[in-house]
């Protein structure tokens, strides 16, 4: 290595790693800081899917599960297959 001992080149390594991890956690405990100083509010409750029954599940508009309620397979509405 040109006349580069490997302790130095190791030593050199280990500085800048540590310098990085220093550096990473210092930016860490600010991150955590500026997060434990707001306030948090609680979102809404969100809104509950009805049953599902023989005519679907109420309250969700899923196109496959719409197509998939035709009588004859060849009516159904599916979404096309890419050969899965």
Same mark, same amino acid.
């Given at each position: 290595?040109?006349? #580069?001992?490997?302790?130095? =080149?190791? /030593? !050199?390594? %280990?500085?800048?790693?540590?310098?990085?991890?220093?550096?990473?956690?210092?930016?860490?405990? #600010?991150?955590?800081?500026? =997060?434990? /100083? !707001?306030? %948090?509010?609680?979102?809404?409750i969100?809104?509950?899917l009805?049953?599902?029954?023989?005519?679907?599940?109420?309250g969700?508009?899923?196109?496959?599960?719409?197509?998939?309620?035709?009588r004859?397979?060849?009516?159904?509405t599916?979404?096309a297959s890419?050969?899965?």
């Amino acid at each position: 290595m040109l006349g #580069v001992s490997r302790r130095l =080149v190791f /030593g !050199t390594a %280990l500085a800048l790693l540590t310098l990085a991890s220093a550096g990473f956690a210092r930016a860490s405990i #600010v991150a955590l800081d500026a =997060v434990a /100083g !707001t306030q %948090l509010d609680a979102s809404a409750i969100p809104a509950q899917l009805g049953p599902i029954n023989e005519l679907g599940r109420n309250g969700w508009h899923c196109e496959p599960e719409q197509g998939a309620k035709a009588r004859v397979a060849h009516e159904a509405t599916l979404p096309a297959s890419d050969g899965y």
